[in-house]
């Protein structure tokens, strides 16, 4: 079911995210001063573990996909939508085709561009000395490669701009709706999904991090942490419209509060940053146009997709579809791989993340008694 909310109702998601950017902000302003959050007493050392973990930025998890270095985590989950499109799927998922072969053909070649944009940004230094794990899939996504998992954010204002403003296919930048966009009636509306982020945890937590809402934190390019990003891994048949995990809410749209949305976001610049990854986005696009792929891109797509068990002669059909194995299908040069790594040095990380990376003792369950690091990282705060 839909519900329809009212601009007072959007204004007080907005204060409620305001509230907990700012408590977020003073667990983080003390835990920097102290080391650890020193307002809540040593008595309630749950409490105290449970704020310093969920509402402060730094912490380092291991995770079944990858080790993160996580963000502040604020009430809800979002995801915001422009239209009522009725149906919310990850963008791999939106055209695959019907026919059971030429639908396993379309993700060899999905998995293939994922491969060439990982392989593309691994030769920038600040990939190679990221000292977390990349998470290459999530980056895909937030940089325009289709993959399965749909983004979700924890700030309701980053959500609320993907409701309210509309990607420009000819300037490659977002602005905010026209009278021209209203085209339909279901144009008409901005639609918003939320959800309990402790309940939603829960879910992902049950399922042993197989299913669920999955942190990205940060990440070695600023787009993912700009937007809080997080990823909701769906399979092909399942529909955000359809989650139990989340609320879905519509509201009638207005230009002006698009608009205020738009400047709000400073035109889009504040989850958007004018980073030197941008400066490769033909070379992305290409990309997701290929029609040559390299070896590797085959080899790797193949094994992650289990073709021995089925009974395709992939070659062939990739053939059919005037696909071609042998170079990648893009190149960069050293003058501009070294331009890019100079621009990301200039970055000043702490500015990005306001503690240092740290971590907590861990029990490993039953097959093993050992204790670990959730990172084997051995900075820690000094209290």
């Given amino acids: 079911m839909i519900k329809e909310i009212t601009m007072k109702e959007i204004n007080e998601m907005i204060d409620k995210n305001n509230k907990d950017r700012e408590y977020c902000n003073r667990v983080t302003a003390e835990m920097k001063e102290h080391g650890y959050l020193k307002s809540i007493p040593e008595a309630n050392f749950l409490a105290r573990m449970v704020a310093e973990d969920r509402h402060a930025p730094g912490m380092v998890i291991q995770y079944p996909y990858g080790t993160v270095l996580q963000q502040e985590k604020h009430s809800y989950y979002y995801r915001g939508e422009n239209a009522l499109f009725g149906s919310s799927k990850p963008s791999i998922h939106r055209n695959a085709p019907d026919n059971p072969v030429d639908k396993i053909v379309y993700y060899f070649i999905a998995e293939m561009k994922i491969y060439e944009f990982q392989k593309l940004i691994s030769r920038f230094d600040v990939v190679k000395k ?7 899939r999530a980056i895909a996504q937030h940089y325009g490669i289709p993959t399965d998992w749909l983004d979700v954010t924890n700030d309701f204002e980053v959500a609320l701009f993907f409701a309210c403003c509309k990607y420009d296919t000819e300037t490659n930048d977002y602005r905010p709706l026209r009278e021209a966009d209203f085209k339909e009636e279901k144009d008409t509306y901005g639609v918003l999904f939320k959800a309990d982020s402790f309940i939603a945890d829960l879910i992902y937590g049950s399922t042993e991090g197989k299913s669920g809402i999955m942190p990205i934190g940060f990440q070695p390019f600023m787009r993912c942490h700009r937007q809080y990003g997080y990823a909701y891994v769906l399979g092909e048949d399942e529909d955000l419209y359809k989650s139990e995990t989340f609320q879905m809410m519509k509201f009638k749209h207005s230009i002006e509060f698009s608009e205020k949305v738009y400047n709000d976001m400073d035109e889009g610049n504040k989850i958007f940053p004018r980073e030197g990854l941008n400066s490769i986005q033909d070379e992305i696009n290409q990309i997701n146009k290929a ?11 193949y094994r992650l997709l289990n073709m021995d068990k089925h009974n395709i002669d992939i070659m062939r059909e990739l053939q059919i579809k005037g696909i071609d194995i042998g170079a990648s299908p893009v190149k960069l040069s050293r003058q501009r791989i070294r331009n890019i790594d100079r621009k990301y040095k200039g970055i000043d990380f702490s500015k990005e993340c306001a503690l240092p990376p740290h971590s907590r003792l861990v029990y490993l369950p039953p097959s093993s008694e050992e204790i670990y690091l959730s990172l084997g990282h051995k900075e820690q705060f000094k209290k």
């Fill in 291 to 301: 029609t040559t792929f390299s070896k590797e891109a085959f080899e790797t797509a």
């Fill in 130 to 136: 990221w000292p977390f794990d990349v998470l290459y």
